[in-house]
């Protein structure tokens, strides 16, 4: 059997609906990584509050705090790495020995299919799974790079390299979190992808059901107007205005 007689297979529906789902994976994640200034996404309001972050600590003594939480970022990228791979081996399992599946997607669909067609779903699913894995892996490293870039920022305020040191260590943070974000986005488009083995207009359905509730929260969300209630402020303060504070303080 050729590769054309394989894709005929599958009914035009079918073709639409995958087509539909890779659509609104790209689509939304190129939106809220590039949503307008004004009107900004729960991503870009957190990236300004890890730049905020950052610019605090460099005058906070002890960083236990702050080493404390790039700590359980990389734990929690480190455990959906793994809920990933447990995933992917599971539908590895699958792939092969899809009777007893289709048995149960055909109760579900009235439909019946080739071996074949049950082993595209299930690849469609792998595949996504399979982006969030690396994703979660590399956003797992670029958290240790973070924790390093924090290590090396001077203790103290006066020394030139602390505010542009922190603002590595912020940029790195912010890029380990959209690489986070983009294996979340894959994780949940791979749930959606489950439901094309009960058939084309399930598949579409969860698709849509899931590019509406992350662009809810991204855009229209309770957290995101919390976030934007006092935007974060990520200017350095001037040397003038921290020797200033330390003089009151003094006094006091």
């Known amino acids: 059997m050729t590769l054309l007689d394989r894709i005929t297979l599958f009914s035009p529906a079918d073709l639409a609906a995958c087509m539909f789902l890779i659509l609104c994976w790209l689509g939304i ?3 809220i990584e590039n949503a307008k200034p004004e009107y900004p996404s ?18 906070r003594e002890p960083r236990i705090f702050d080493a404390q939480l790039i700590s359980n970022l990389r734990q929690g990228s480190a455990f959906f790495a793994s809920a990933s791979m447990i995933a992917i081996g599971g539908g590895l399992a699958l792939i092969g020995n899809t009777d007893q599946l289709a048995g149960v ?23 996504l799974l399979s982006n969030a894995f690396l994703k979660y892996v590399w956003a797992h490293r670029l958290f240790g790079y973070c924790f390093v870039l924090m290590a090396a920022v001077p203790n103290t305020d006066a020394d030139a390299q602390a505010y542009p040191r922190a603002s590595q260590a912020a940029d790195l943070s912010i890029t380990a979190a959209r690489s986070f974000n983009r294996a979340m986005r894959s994780t949940y ?56 504070a330390d003089r009151g303080n003094t006094q006091m």
């Not at 729960?42 to 005058?59: C, D, K, N």
């Not at 997607?105 to 595949?127: N, T, Y």
């Not at 309770?222 to 020797?243: C, E, G, H, K």
């Open 29 to 31: 994640g190129w939106r």
């Open 42 to 59: 729960v991503s870009g309001l957190m990236a300004e509050f890890r730049h905020a972050w950052m610019i605090q600590m460099v005058q």
């Open 105 to 127: 997607a055909q109760d579900l669909s009235l439909e019946s299919a080739p071996a074949f067609v049950w082993d595209v779903k299930i690849l469609m699913v792998l595949l």
């Open 189 to 244: 488009f791979a749930l959606a992808a489950v439901a094309w083995l009960i058939g084309s207009w399930a598949l579409i359905a969860a698709t849509l059901v899931t590019f509406a509730v992350l662009y809810r929260r991204e855009f229209a969300s309770q957290s995101r107007s919390i976030l934007q209630r006092v935007p974060a402020n990520t200017t350095p303060p001037t040397p003038d205005a921290t020797a200033g």
